[in-house]
Structures are given as structure tokens and as C-alpha cells.
Antibody, heavy 117, light 108 residues
């Protein structure tokens, strides 16, 4: 069955980078997009962008352009997102989700990123 | 960007009640509207896609309707397991995906 498993919680200093992995199983990674969504404490969901797992093309919203890098390893069915120049306000739970371009149908469990000095 | 306005932000209902949540888009999104359920401490779960299509495995008491700019999620006969926050999400080719602010459903 389809599963999406993310890496564990991270604590980072302001200005550092964080890498979150998103490993898919039960289907070929290249057949779906991977969306990235974050949720600040007590807040709603914020769509960050997505990656075309087939060709690696990405589409992230303006506020993250220049700060986010996404790579994929099709041999391990894993997508990696690196968010750099972290700010306090980047503290959130980060989710990856498999899906067609318009929605996420299988979600990872979430990765808590805490940015604190 | 397309703004999504959900209402109410919180609702309290009794077991067996019919519950309706509304989501309004600032621009026409045709039927590209999804609904998610998020239980406390958990990841969102897809319930409805393309406004009215029930995701596989989702109980039939959930239904969605609407097109253009106004959409509704209905829960027929509310169950204790339905305690959650519900989010709408739009997709438009020319604009980033955006979510509504969420509706927290409480059981009376």
C-alpha cells in the first residue's frame, strides 16, 4: 500500500539550513508530484510548492524561491527538501504529500522544524 | 493569489447532526476544490477532490458540492470520530494552491 514517511524533528539556529526527506513506497515515485505544505503552531496550512518527481521541475511560491532546493533519488523513491537561511518564523510542521498537481492524496506524518537561538 | 474564505471557523454540533461547512473562492476555480480532515496532532487526510468526488475509503456521510466560487462540505449524521479541523484547498492553473483558514468541528 502507498506510504509516505518523512525524516524526524529538527532544531536549527537562525540562518542555518534544514533538510527534510520524504520517502515514498507502494508506488513509483516518478508517477506523481510531491507537494510541500507547512503548518505553523496553531495556524492553518500553507502550500509551499511542488516537485515533478519525473523530471525534477519545481514550482514554489515566491516567498520560498531562492531559499528552497529540492532533489530526488528515484533509486530510493525519496525526495529531499532543503530550506536555507532559516528564520524564527520558519518554525512549523512540514508535510510532504503525494498527489496529482491539484491535491495531495497521501501525506507524510510531518516533520517538526524548530528554529531557535 | 486566490483567497479562500471558510466559514464558520468553529462549529459545535451533536452526534447525528448534519453539518455544513462553506468555502468561498475570490475567483472562479471551476471545480478544483479539495477538502481535507485534520485530526489533532495528525497530518491532513484527503476527503473530497474536484469539489464532489469522494476519495476512496472515505465514509459516505461526507459529501461535497459547488462550483465556481462557492463550495460546501456536508457531514451527514456527525460521528464522534469526526472531531477534527476541516480545510478547503483550491487549485488554479495560473495561481498557487491556497488553503482556507480551517473549520474546527467540536462535538456538543
Amino acid at each position: 500500500q502507498v506510504q509516505v514517511v518523512q525524516s524526524g524533528a529538527e532544531v536549527k539556529n537562525p540562518g542555518a539550513s534544514v533538510m527534510i526527506s520524504c520517502r515514498a513506497s507502494g508506488y513509483p515515485l516518478t508517477t506523481y508530484y510531491v507537494h510541500w505544505v507547512r503548518q505553523a503552531p496553531g495556524q492553518g496550512l500553507e502550500w509551499m510548492g511542488l516537485v515533478n518527481s519525473n523530471n525534477g521541475d519545481t514550482n514554489f511560491i515566491q516567498k520560498f524561491k531562492g531559499r528552497v532546493t529540492v532533489t530526488r533519488d528515484t533509486s530510493t523513491n525519496t525526495v529531499y527538501m532543503i530550506l536555507s537561511s532559516l528564520k524564527i518564523e520558519d518554525s512549523a510542521i512540514y508535510y510532504c504529500a503525494r498527489g496529482p498537481g491539484d491535491r495531495g492524496d497521501y501525506w507524510g506524518q510531518g516533520t517538526l522544524v524548530t528554529v531557535s537561538s | 493569489d486566490i483567497q479562500m474564505t471558510q466559514s464558520p471557523s468553529t462549529l459545535s454540533a451533536s452526534i447525528g447532526d448534519r453539518v455544513t461547512i462553506t468555502c468561498r473562492a475570490s475567483h472562479n476555480i471551476n471545480n478544483f476544490l479539495a477538502w481535507y480532515q485534520q485530526k489533532p496532532g495528525k497530518a491532513p487526510k484527503l476527503l473530497i477532490y474536484k469539489a464532489s468526488n469522494l476519495e476512496s475509503g472515505v465514509p459516505s456521510r461526507f459529501s461535497g458540492s459547488g462550483s465556481g466560487t462557492e463550495f460546501t462540505l456536508t457531514i451527514n449524521s456527525l460521528q464522534p470520530d469526526d472531531l477534527a479541523t476541516y480545510h478547503c484547498q483550491q487549485y488554479n492553473t495560473y495561481s498557487p494552491i491556497t488553503f482556507g483558514g480551517g473549520t474546527k468541528v467540536e462535538i456538543k
